[in-house]
């Protein structure tokens, strides 16, 4: 009597058991691309042959089809939920990390997986799980110091670019502080520099009434919502027309433990192909 007849349909036939699925756990029922994505599907292929992937896991399209009933049930997102932190905390353990905590935290990627690529049309968030207390309390490593504050200005840049603001806007903040300190690549910023962007990336959010949560499972469960909302922007929907991808489609979300690949000189990230794709 309190629900609609499409969105008790949408209740009955949504399956939580195919909801979720880790890195490095089989699962025959999901492991496809129309579950996975093909991004998801592929690392999970990598890490079934024993290859370093870093730990992680994916919300299927079983949730983006069912999205508008799962995320407004109480019952259903709170188990949503909790199948999210259980494998967080599987994360911690292999990595022996911990999201949100100040001294050994564990950072999140969180991006879209979709069938069909959809290269620069969907949203992604890095870095999830950053805040204030945590970049402050890591800075007093020094060999931390600097990673940390690079981490977290990308993290209020992407926020930032998410909620409409164009990245020139940023760009200028970074090549206006080159001019300042005489600084020629990024890179070259001390940590304390560096900490000066991120409060310069700071007051342009606060100047457009944008609000980051420096609880880090609010940031998640927003960052999760991004994802999915961004398979509706213009972009992607235009990106959908031109290759005739069907709409209800959808994407998945892969959550993965992040690559710091700013951590020193002697670190990196980055994209591999082979000669011939």
Sequence with gaps: ENYQEKYISNMMTYNPDLAITSFDIPNSQMDNRVFLGAKA??????TSYGLPVPPGFVLTTEVFRHRDTVLDHPFMSLELENFVYREIGRIEETCGLKFGSKKNPLFL???SGTAISLPGAMNTVLNVGINDEIAENMEKDKKNAWM???SYRRFIQSWGMINGIERSVFDKIINDFKLIYNIEKKADFPAKQMKELV???KKVLREKNIIIHQ???????QALNIVLDS???ERAQAYREHLQIAEEWGTAIIIQKMVMGN???SSGSGVVFTHNP
């Design 109 to 111: 990627s969180v991006r």
């Design 199 to 201: 409060c310069e990336y």
């Design 263 to 265: 951590k020193s000189s």
């Design 148 to 150: 940390i504050w690079d």
């Design 231 to 233: 398979w509706d922007t």
């Design 215 to 221: 609880d880090p499972y609010i940031q998640l469960r």
């Design 41 to 46: 599907y592929y690392l999970k292929k990598l």
